[in-house]
Every structure is written in C-alpha cells, then in structure tokens.
C-alpha cells in the first residue's frame, strides 16, 4: 500500500468526471485550508510520498497537501469513495459502495469510470459495510475485492481481470488488502465481529496473489479494518479496540472504542499517516514511535 503510478483508458466510453470546485461543498473554494476546518468522518487518504497526499472526503471533495497535511487544496471532486489508493503524484484509484471503479490521472482534479463490480458481502459484516477496496502496486498491477472471496488483478491499468482465489473462509469478512510489490502482498480474514474476542488471520502471497499461504499465528481483540506495506517485510495493521500496530510487533498506536482510525496510509516503513474520527490527522516520521498533528 505504497499507495501510488500512467494508465490508459480504462474502458471504450469510459466518462470523464470534471466538477467545479463549487460542485461540491459550496463555499470552499481552491485556497488551502488547514485539516482541522474539515470533516473527517467517512474521508480518505493516500500519500504516495512522504510529504505529497490526497485527502478525500465523505462527499467526493478531493483534495491535496504537499506539506505532510499542514495545508489543503482543493482540486476535484469524484463520487462518494469506500476505498482510495495513489501510485504516484498524478495517477490514483477509488472505489464506490457499489463497486464502482474510478481512476485519476491528473492528480484528482478529473476521473475516469472503469469498471463496476458487484459487492458480495461477506455473511457477516466487516469494517466496510459493502467490502469494496482497491490496491494498486503501479499503474498497470492492482486488485480490487468485491468481497471475502471476489478478489481480481489487473496487469493493464484495468482494461482487463481476472479472478483470485483468496483463503478467507466462509463466515469470515476481509479485513484488508495491501502489496508491496507485484508479488509480495498480505491479507487478513476474520469472524466474531460483535464479540470482544475477534479471531482473525493472515494470509501471504509471493507470487502477485496467485496462490496464497495462511500464517500459523492467528490473534484475536480487534477487528481488523486497515492494512498497508510499504516494503515487503514491513507489514502496518490497524484493529478495532486495539490501535496500529506492526505485524509481528508491537502496538503503534493505542485506540479504544473512544475514537477509531478511519483511513491510513504508508508510503515508506518510517512516514505514516493515519485518520482518526476525533483527532484528526496524525503524522509519524520514525515508523510509528511517535505521533503528532500536523
């Protein structure tokens, strides 16, 4: 989950999404504004550089800082977003509730329908009610879930998909889905999700998804909603009750039922950013250690 990469047009009559910058939450116009002046309930984010992010909120308003979050500016608008996903300064992907998929390539001032999935939920309900997400190692290599068990590659930028088998068993929701590299990814399914004691697993794949293995260690307390990887054997988590923390290591970031992480994003093992409901954007610069605003 580098989060971000030139892409060719999606599909033949694919259609372009150009909106004012008075389309949307009328009354903010193109000025930078600070973090604190929005909402951050049900908003993204994607920083494919340390210092150079998207910030996408609940109604579509996209936005981008190249001053780790210090300051926004608003550049486009895009249909209401479960899932976002930058490969680079201009070129990013989102993900609708209903499985639609958008591209950008101009660093979000316009976008381009794709293809649309179909959600099929899990039989239980996961942290994303339709468990709709995208992942996109470049341009061309990505993934998109449609459910526990609907995972599809691309290799072309999403001209073309096909279908993945991924371990989760039934019962089981998708708790994420992050790659590093074109082959080196991970995932987590889990069950229980209105118990204290929440089971999850992980799964790896070395060869782009094609074939995966489940880890021996299994844990519980928490239901996974976030993953990201920015190298291949650097693995961040985030879970419900419990925080962020490293796979294989120690908790990050503490969150309890008082405020919850909404959206992450890693663009290196040390540069992280994550979302909360109540307090807003937080930066760490030392790979989780510390924790402050921008």
């Known amino acids: 989950m580098r989060l971000i990469r030139s892409l060719a047009p999606f599909v033949a009559g694919a259609t372009a999404l150009l909106l004012s910058a008075s389309a949307v ?16 309930e049900g908003s993204l984010i994607a920083f494919p550089e340390g210092s150079l992010g998207f910030f996408v909120t609940a109604s579509g308003v ?10 926004w500016r608003r550049v486009g608008s895009v249909p209401p977003l479960v899932s976002l ?3 680079s300064a201009t070129h990013g992907f989102g993900m ?14 316009t976008w381009q329908a794709g293809r649309r999935f179909t959600p099929v939920p899990g039989e239980i309900g996961g942290p994303a009610p339709s468990m709709m997400l995208v992942e996109f190692v470049d341009r061309k ?16 930028g999403g001209r073309s998909w ?5 371990g989760c068993r039934r019962g089981e929701y998708l708790g994420g889905l992050a790659f590093a590299s074109r082959r080196e990814g991970f995932s987590s399914c889990g069950g229980q999700p209105a118990t204290a004691m929440q089971f999850r697993t ?10 995966w293995r489940q880890s021996r260690a299994s844990g519980d307390s ?7 990887s920015p190298t291949p054997r650097t693995r961040y988590v985030y879970a419900s009750r419990l925080g962020i923390f490293r796979l294989g290591g120690p908790t990050l970031l503490f969150t309890d039922d008082t405020d919850s992480v909404s959206a992450m994003s890693w663009p290196s093992a040390r540069v992280g950013y994550g979302l909360l409901l109540h307090r807003g954007l937080i930066r760490t610069v030392d790979g989780g250690r510390h924790w402050r605003r921008p």
């Open 25 to 40: 939450d009328a009354g903010e116009g193109t000025e930078a504004v600070a973090l604190r002046g929005l909402v951050t």
């Open 62 to 71: 996209v936005r981008w800082s190249n001053d780790g979050g210090d300051t």
């Open 85 to 87: 996903d930058f490969v």
């Open 96 to 109: 609708t509730s209903r499985g639609a998929l958008w591209t950008t390539r101009d660093a979000g001032a």
């Open 141 to 156: 290599f990505g993934f998109v879930a449609a459910g526990p068990r609907r995972i599809f590659r691309t290799r072309d």
């Open 162 to 166: 096909e279908r993945l088998r991924l």
């Open 202 to 211: 992980y799964h790896f794949t070395h060869d782009g998804g094609t074939s």
């Open 222 to 228: 928490g239901h996974v909603a976030l993953l990201a």
